[in-house]
């Protein structure tokens, strides 16, 4: 059973940027038909798909973040990272990584809240 588990930054400083890693167990994230994901929910608002890695590497991310947002990853130690950069209070959400958010092998990390905050 595949279980995904997001780091804890708490909290993070305006400006500074903010990285949060998915470590991931039962799977690895080298198969080719995986797509992993970072997805958001600020308070009273809807989730935010910010972008994702595929099994071979290739990054996708959103538009209204891509000029912020970087994907990596650490094949050896099966996890993935989501830099986003300058960061800003609205970037105050629950973050989730998410193996296949839409698919039938959907499986979500328990959320992780990251407040930006002086």
């Known amino acids: 059973q595949v279980q995904l588990q997001e780091s804890d930054p708490g909290l993070v400083k305006p400006s500074q940027t903010l990285s949060l890693t998915c470590t991931v167990s039962?799977?690895?994230?080298?198969?080719?038909?995986?797509?992993w994901n970072w997805i958001r929910q600020s308070p009273g608002k809807g989730l935010e798909w910010m972008g994702g890695?595929?099994?071979?590497?290739?990054?996708y991310y959103s538009p209204s973040l891509k000029s912020r947002t970087s994907i990596s990853r650490d094949t050896s130690k099966n996890r993935f990272t989501l830099h986003l950069s300058s960061g800003t209070p609205e970037d105050t959400a629950v973050y989730y990584c998410?193996?296949?958010?839409?698919?039938?092998?959907?499986?979500w990390g328990q959320g992780t809240q990251v407040t930006v905050s002086s």
């Open positions: 998410a193996r296949d958010p839409l698919g039938p092998l959907a499986s």
């Open positions: 039962g799977d690895s994230i080298t198969t080719i038909s995986r797509y």
């Open positions: 890695i595929t099994g071979s590497g290739s990054t």
